[in-house]
């Protein structure tokens, strides 16, 4: 149910003043009301006094504000005010404090739309967060209006002779039955309009009265539960599901730790040893060769002095491979310096010309490598050294001279 009420401006257009709209409207009285749709009812000061703490309950407390719309939810016009707060003044019934959109105050005061109509739910309001929590007395909006109930209500915007209206309810929608009718009748008399009305209106309906028009839940209202259900049994499943694959899991883990096993001599497990052992140092020859072969390409641009070519080895084979990538990346962009090309090839002989040589080819084979893949110089000199084999067991031959 919605109540209707006129108001007027605190002051009129007279003597070239623009007209102002209110900014407090009063929303109902208490006393007894007569409807066409619900019959007669009384609203008591107790009333409004739980409407104005519904409003603090759902709407300010929550940081929220009442719309204040166009022909009750034209919602394709958007918002034509906002009720800010809402409280009783004694004597003078409920009252709500409102401010209204550039655009609506203008179409106000140019009398686009002249009425006002209050939707005050005096039982069956329906919290929007909760499904089924029903509270009655909330004041839920307002709307500006051509087309009120009562074709007797005085303008939103007051001419000069204008006055205070009374009130009347107002139900939206093309409701005109009554509730006292429908609920006398059985439910095979029922027309398919006469039942949505009823489970429309079903909050005013006694438990016993639902139970008789099946109204315990809605279509939407079974609908959601089964699919609150459904989704409930489904993650049950998932979580039994889950676990069950855990369980046969580590089963299955442990069968093959026992069925894997296998018995040994400790000769076996000393050559299985000894044989790791030559693996792991086949693997650091392997890395101290690659490193080598860095250092010396370097050496060969001249980026690195000859007689620092073995610590920086060193450096590279202590460093953790995050670290040895950097370190990598870092020797890659040091630049060319041609004087060392000339002076710290070192002067091992032939072998070690050989040596240099061959440093200085791998060298350029990974910058060319380097520029072409995207990749660190690093990077490419570990692939040159992969594939030129030779090449790279001469880049890191050791000179009698270097060892002396």
Wanted: charged share 30%; no cysteine.
């Amino acid at each position: 149910m919605k109540v209707s009420q006129p108001i007027e401006l605190k002051a009129s257009a007279q003597g070239g003043q623009a007209a102002e709209l209110p900014t407090e409207i009063q929303v109902v009285r208490p006393g007894v009301w007569k409807t066409p749709n619900h019959g007669d009812f009384t609203i008591a000061d107790s009333d409004l006094v739980q409407a104005a703490e519904n409003f603090q309950k759902f709407f300010k407390a929550k940081g929220r504000q009442a719309p204040i719309d166009y022909d009750h939810n034209d919602v394709t016009k958007g918002a034509a005010g906002w009720i800010k707060d809402v409280y009783v003044k004694a004597g003078e019934g409920l009252w709500a404090s409102v401010e209204w959109t550039d655009i609506a105050a203008q179409q106000l005061k140019n009398r686009v739309f002249r009425y006002l109509s209050p939707e005050y739910y005096f039982k069956g309001w329906e919290n929007p967060e909760v499904k089924g929590e029903f509270h009655d007395n909330v004041l839920s909006g307002f709307a500006v209006t051509n087309h009120p109930l009562f074709k007797d209500l005085h303008p939103l915007v007051a001419n000069e002779q204008g006055g205070k209206g009374q009130m009347f309810i107002y139900v939206k929608g093309d409701d005109r039955m009554k509730l006292e009718d429908v609920r006398k009748k059985a439910l095979a008399d029922l027309t398919k309009e006469e039942k949505d009305f009823l489970a429309k209106n079903k909050a005013e309906l006694t438990d016993a009265e639902r139970k008789t028009f099946e109204l315990g839940e809605t279509e939407a209202e079974a609908k959601a539960a089964k699919e609150a259900a459904d989704k409930v049994a489904a993650e049950k499943e998932a979580a039994d599901k889950a676990v069950a694959g855990k369980a046969a899991a580590d089963a299955a883990a442990e069968a093959a730790k026992v069925e894997g096993s296998v018995k040994i001599s400790a000769s076996e497990l000393s050559a299985l040893k000894a044989a790791a052992a030559r693996g792991i140092e086949a693997a650091d020859k392997l890395e101290k060769n690659e490193a080598t072969a860095l250092v010396k390409g370097h050496v060969g641009r001249g980026a690195i002095k000859s007689d620092e070519a073995e610590e920086a080895v060193s450096i590279l084979l202590a460093s953790a491979p995050a670290l040895r990538t950097r370190l990598e990346i870092f020797l890659g962009k040091l630049p060319d310096n041609e004087l060392l090309k000339g002076s710290e090839l070192g002067n091992g002989g032939e072998g070690s010309a050989n040596a240099e040589a061959a440093a200085a080819e791998m060298s350029k084979l990974a910058e060319e490598r380097a520029a072409k893949e995207k990749i660190s110089f690093g990077q490419a000199m570990k692939l040159v050294a992969s594939e030129k084999s030779e090449l790279a067991k001469l880049a890191t031959v050791v000179t009698k001279s270097e060892d002396n």
